[in-house]
């Protein structure tokens, strides 16, 4: 089989293009990765299949015979909002070292809000001396939102760890000790019953500004928000007020609208939020290059795209 040129395509300000290169190439020692800005013409010609990382799309349409790409990130909801109606299909990262990544992260920020680590934060700053009254995993009520690859791990891992875990999605899921729902009317009785809600759901046009005021308000009191998902699920706006009035307790927030998220946003200085800058799950470059190669050689033996996102869908 011929040598196939195989660009990476990434923002012009991408830091890793480089270090992904080079472990893309070490991946498939049979097959010439190249950045997309080293392509002369002539190979531009030729590429069928692109790996991509959050590309600029006009860099995809100069690629003529494209059949497909390879996303190294798991959300690819930018991409597919940029590229609109598109022949070319897109093809996101999964990844099982990506899920228990992302699953070691929502334990640990439900940790957090569980065991009210916010809370004794703001009290030293004042220095109060005040235990909070325990309480176990299994009488705190987590729900997430998307059982994806990332969203049922997260679920095992809670589960594991003792919460009483339930979860919504498109298609209603089995999930072993996981309570599950789908659909806009039991999203609202979930959300009644959910004290710590964790979202990892795509952007889509269906869930964008899903979390408004009214599903805020559905949430107990004292009910608190991670959202390790995409910043435009919940209105902004609404989850302000939310926390300005307390009936949310505090929200931890990855992602933004917006990212880097600019200084002065509100959220960097609000007494109820804990901001990340968009590390709960990064790819591991190791992991995610092999799952990578294993597609492409797939497709280089049988001709078969791997199974790509749904652009009617939108994930
Ligand atoms: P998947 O596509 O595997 O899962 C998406 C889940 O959301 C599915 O359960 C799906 O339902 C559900 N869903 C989608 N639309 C709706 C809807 N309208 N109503 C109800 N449920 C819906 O995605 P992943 O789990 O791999 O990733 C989820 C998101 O996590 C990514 O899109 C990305 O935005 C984000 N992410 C964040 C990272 C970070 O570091 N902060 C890292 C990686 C990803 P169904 O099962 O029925 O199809
Ligand atoms: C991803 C992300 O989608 O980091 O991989 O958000």
């Not at 990434?10 to 472990?23: G, I, K, L, N, P």
């Not at 597919?80 to 996101?92: E, F, K, L, P, Y």
Request: charged share 20%.
């Amino acid at each position: 089989m011929n040598r196939m040129t195989i660009p990476f395509v990434a923002r012009a300000d991408y830091a890793r293009s480089a270090d992904w290169v080079a472990a893309l190439q070490r991946s498939m020692p049979a097959q010439r990765i190249v950045a997309f800005d080293q392509l002369s013409q002539s190979e531009k010609q030729e590429c069928t299949v692109a790996i991509v990382a959050n590309p600029d799309p006009q860099d995809l349409a100069s690629l003529p015979a494209l059949r497909w790409v390879q996303s190294v990130w798991a959300g690819v909801e930018r991409l597919v909002a940029q590229m609109g109606s598109t022949d070319i299909s897109i093809v996101r990262l999964v990844d099982p070292q990506l899920a228990a990544t992302m699953a070691e992260a929502v334990l640990a920020w439900t940790l957090f809000l569980h065991r009210d680590m916010h809370t004794y934060a703001a009290q030293q700053q004042q220095r109060q001396w005040r235990a909070l009254d325990y309480v176990r995993p299994q009488q705190r009520r987590v729900g997430i939102l998307g059982l994806g690859s990332l969203g049922e791990a997260a679920a095992a891992r809670l589960v594991a760890t003792g919460f009483h875990v339930s979860g919504w999605s498109r298609q209603r899921k089995q999930i072993t000790d996981v309570a599950c729902f789908a659909g806009a009317e039991q999203l609202d009785f979930m959300l009644a019953g959910t004290d710590i809600l964790i979202c990892l759901l795509p952007l889509t046009p269906h869930t964008e500004g899903l979390l408004d005021a009214r599903r805020l308000a559905l949430l107990p009191p004292d009910a608190s928000v991670i959202n390790f998902a995409r910043g435009q699920i919940i209105d902004d706006g609404a989850l302000r007020a939310a926390l300005d009035t307390g009936a949310l307790k505090h929200a931890v927030l990855d992602v933004f609208a917006t990212e880097p998220l600019p200084p002065e946003q509100w959220q960097w200085q609000h007494a109820r939020v804990t901001v990340l800058p968009h590390c709960t799950a990064p790819t591991d470059m190791g992991t995610a290059s092999a799952i990578v190669a294993e597609n492409i050689a797939r497709f280089l033996t049988s001709g078969t795209v791997p199974k790509s996102i749904d652009i009617e869908r939108g994930y």
